[in-house]
């Protein structure tokens, strides 16, 4: 083994160690190699407490090296970074199927429009994706799997993995890898916009360094209890659980659509785990007033720091419960949108100290007092009326 392979083995099985990247840079530029100089430059822009003059003129010379020789170390994946030559002719431009990032002049991030063999199959004899720290594709093509990355050990050092997308169809199946996770043991954030998982996997894995996961599907029924079954998720602080279906009436339930039960409720409120869970969505039309009786009952409340549960049929009595509990006047946030409340139970809320917004399906609001909510929040946090941002969140 020669020296570059001995130091290329070393980061790949500790990526963050800095002075091992200096002396595989220093390697590099003695053998004439451009991208030592590259991540000579990358690493010292990393120190933000220099003159901002001085980090540009890092940035800006990284840069440099990068837009000349980029194309070479990218090799077959480079066409897929490529818009396709008809985008200038529209209107809007389309973006490039796949972006790249860079850090200590290895690929840190690949986010992919949509997955292809052939892409599959570049990434994974790209030698610079063995440090990959970020993936995320938003479709996939039925038939596409991630087998050779796993193969080359290209998710050893994953720290983000997001599949599918809210802006585009929900993806179906995740039948690109049968267990997403068993191959990153140091993964810290998973989002997956899935109808169909392996919630075994998922629920029930070993994941340390896990503090975020962020599911959205499209049936109701989710075995969502398994994380409070889960002893190996230490760290998880923010949890999501969202449906993006239309909220059915109530008491009614589409075909093959399971509720959830008291049970289901009760293994994950009454839970010994999840001790640093402090950021709970969840958004379930089977939820409702029940649903916060357990959350109350249990004890979790007082663990969260905010709470959002939008589109989960809570009535006013639901509203009532949360209002006189001690905890819910600390929550940094309480979101109830597009529940079932009526005045009375948003001014029960905001009696206990929660502004709640006044978008629900109980009946539709008068249009002035909806902006005149609208206003007080944007006014409390210093927002430009002029200006109007729809990401923004109210």
């Keep these: 083994m ?22 595989y840079a220093d390697l590099l530029i003695e053998e004439g190699d451009p991208r030592g100089e590259f991540i000579r430059l990358q690493l010292a822009a990393e120190d933000r407490n220099q003159p901002v003059s001085k980090l540009r003129e890092l940035e800006d010379a990284a840069h440099k090296i990068r837009q000349e020789h980029e194309q070479e170390w990218l090799g077959v994946l480079w066409p897929f970074t490529q818009r396709p030559p008809h985008a200038r002719s529209v209107a809007v431009p389309m973006e490039a199927n796949v972006t790249v990032t860079w850090r200590r002049g290895w690929i840190d991030g690949i986010r992919v429009w949509q997955l292809s063999v052939d892409l599959v199959e570049s990434l994974a004899v790209n030698p610079y994706t063995r440090l990959l720290g970020s993936f995320v594709c938003y479709r996939d093509f039925e ?33 690109c890898v049968d267990d997403p996770t068993a191959h990153m043991p140091h993964l810290e954030s998973l989002r997956l916009c899935v109808d169909l998982y392996s919630e075994s996997h998922v629920f029930a894995g070993d994941y340390p360094r896990l503090h975020t996961i962020d599911i959205t599907y499209n049936n109701p029924r989710c075995r969502f209890y398994m994380l409070g079954m889960n002893d190996k998720l230490p760290n998880l602080k923010r949890l999501s659980l969202d449906t993006v279906s239309v909220m ?42 029940a649903g916060v009786q357990e959350l109350l009952a249990s004890g979790f409340m007082t663990r969260l720091k905010g709470l959002d549960l939008c589109r989960c049929n809570i009535t006013d009595a639901g509203a009532e419960l949360l209002a006189n509990h001690p905890h819910t006047a600390k929550l940094e946030y309480l979101h109830l949108d597009n529940n079932l409340l009526s005045p009375i139970g948003i001014d029960a809320l905001e009696t206990a100290g929660q502004r709640i917004s006044p978008n629900q399906f109980f009946g539709p609001m008068p249009r002035d007092f909806a902006a005149e909510f609208d206003a007080e929040i944007r006014a409390e946090l210093g927002m430009d009326d002029t200006v109007r941002n729809d990401d923004e969140p109210i």
């Design 143 to 175: 038939g596409v799997d991630l087998d050779s990355l796993l193969a080359a050990n290209r998710f050893c050092n994953l720290r983000h993995f997001e599949f599918g997308s809210t802006e585009e169809p929900i993806v179906a199946e995740l039948n």
């Design 248 to 289: 059915p009436d109530r008491g009614e339930l589409g075909s093959e659509r399971e509720p959830i039960t008291p049970t289901d409720l009760r293994m994950f409120f009454r839970t010994k785990y999840l001790k640093a869970l402090e950021y709970l969505t969840f958004r379930n039309g089977e939820f409702g007033d």
């Design 2 to 23: 020669t020296t570059r392979d001995a130091l290329e083995a070393a980061l790949v099985a500790n990526p963050d160690d800095v002075v091992r990247h200096a002396a």
